[in-house]
């Protein structure tokens, strides 16, 4: 949930959306994101929407918004979405939990915001259930407890096993713990595993990052997401890297490790469905995620979170205390919101569906963009067999281009 400020139109105060978007509402998929907000530190690398519990403690030491009150707050999102979607048939095929650290919250209370969700919408037979989690804030009995809690997907920060990496990235387990958790996630019945990576880090080897995804594979897990480090605006990152204390991520660096995890995953029987993501199975392919790439709806629970249905988009206000005095009035926690029009749509389908392994169909392209694709199969960044069938499928070669083929095709 980055924290980079959006302008928009105001959000009625109760939420209602526009009469259009709502049209066609449960013939599209439906999924709800539960942004958690709280970390016990803040990573130097991270630009998301996140408070500490120093950051959320105001001058006479009390806090609006914490651990202890925030699933009541989802809750009565939850509820406000339901009134504000109205009486149509919605059930829920994916929620994901994300953070900030979700298990920071207790498995009892991510329980009942999946409840209120089963409660107000119903969960769709066979819904993915999703949560993030911080290695070092889970055991195998609190694993165990989100998966009787109804959770069947769980995702852990890894990023890296190399301690000097970790250390620049400020991020502190345990060495072997992440692993750890995914022998304990299996044993408590988890469907589906996910280890995270970032590589590129300063001063991370081909040998750091070759032991990392060694590591992650050994560990077992179906699913395995390798994100290349983005150095962010305001963050501790940026400013070290401002001041020469770090080298700023190299182009070629960055290319290079990416074909390295791809060769290494695909080696190891892990499939590449999305440019940053790889499972063994097509079971293990975060719904969720695939939800947002092709044009589903969802609602975003949680201070800062984005919400889309029927191609109107709004977003939360982002600090917690302004979330819960919103929801406390009675009123929607939405800051501002967008409505797309034909041409946004058509962008955003070229942008998210060219990441994803079946590509974007050619009949989407403007002729301007027709002939930047065949120039693109000519060149090796687009699937010539998927080109004559009429899609746009990207190369291996072409998922290192990715946003320069987007570019050229809008």
């Given at each position: ?16 959306l ?30 998301f ?6 950051e ?5 030491g009390?806090?609006a ?6 699933a009541?707050q ?5 509820r ?10 919605l059930?829920?095929e ?6 900030g650290t ?9 329980g ?12 769709a ?7 993030e ?36 990235l ?28 970032i ?22 897990p ?7 480090l ?27 490790r ?10 190891a ?12 199975t ?14 589903g709806?969802?609602?975003?629970v ?23 005095a ?58 010539p ?26």
């Amino acid at each position: 949930m980055p924290s980079v400020p959006l302008d928009g139109e105001p959000v009625p105060d109760d939420g209602r959306l526009p009469a259009g978007s709502l049209a066609g509402l449960g013939t599209r998929p439906f999924g709800l994101y539960v942004h958690v907000p709280f970390c016990v530190t803040r990573c130097g690398y991270c630009d998301f929407n996140t408070y500490t519990a120093t950051e959320l403690r105001s001058a006479d030491g009390t806090a609006a918004s914490s651990r202890e009150t925030y699933a009541d707050q989802a809750v009565a999102e939850i509820r406000q979405a339901r009134r504000v979607l109205g009486a149509a048939e919605l059930p829920v095929e994916t929620v994901f939990v994300g953070g900030g650290t979700p298990t920071l919250l207790s498995p009892a209370d991510l329980g009942r915001v999946l409840a209120a969700v089963d409660a107000e919408f119903g969960l769709a037979p066979g819904a993915e259930v999703s949560t993030e989690a911080n290695p070092e804030t889970v055991d195998r009995d609190s694993l165990a407890a989100l998966r009787d809690a109804g959770f069947t997907r769980v995702s852990f920060g890894m990023q890296s096993v190399s301690p000097h990496v970790l250390d620049v990235l400020d991020r502190t387990h345990t060495p072997g713990r992440p692993q750890q958790c995914v022998t304990w996630a299996r044993e408590a019945g988890f469907d589906h595993v996910n280890l995270d990576l970032i590589y590129g880090t300063p001063g991370e080897s081909d040998a750091d990052w070759k032991e990392s995804l060694q590591a992650a594979v050994a560990a077992g897990p179906d699913h395995v997401s390798a994100y290349s480090l983005i150095v962010e605006d305001g963050t501790r990152l940026a400013a070290r890297v401002r001041r020469g204390e770090l080298a700023a991520p190299d182009d070629d660096t960055m290319a290079d490790r990416y074909l390295m995890a791809d060769d290494l995953l695909s080696a190891a029987g892990y499939h590449w469905y999305e440019v940053s993501n790889w499972a063994t199975t097509e079971a293990g392919r975060s719904r969720h995620n695939r939800l947002y790439w092709t044009g589903g709806d969802w609602w975003g629970v949680g201070p800062g979170a984005h919400s889309h249905v029927g191609g109107t988009r709004w977003w939360n206000v982002k600090h917690p205390a302004a979330y819960a005095a919103r929801l406390a009035a009675g009123r929607s926690p939405g800051q501002a919101r967008e409505t797309l029009d034909a041409a946004d749509r058509r962008f955003e389908r070229i942008l998210l569906e060219l990441r994803i392994v079946e590509g974007c169909p050619l009949d989407l392209l403007e002729p301007d963009g027709l002939r930047a694709a065949a120039r693109a199969a000519a060149d090796g960044l687009l699937d010539p067999a998927a080109y004559d069938d009429g899609r746009a499928v990207l190369t291996r070669r072409g998922r290192l281009l990715a946003d320069a083929v987007v570019r050229d095709l809008t």
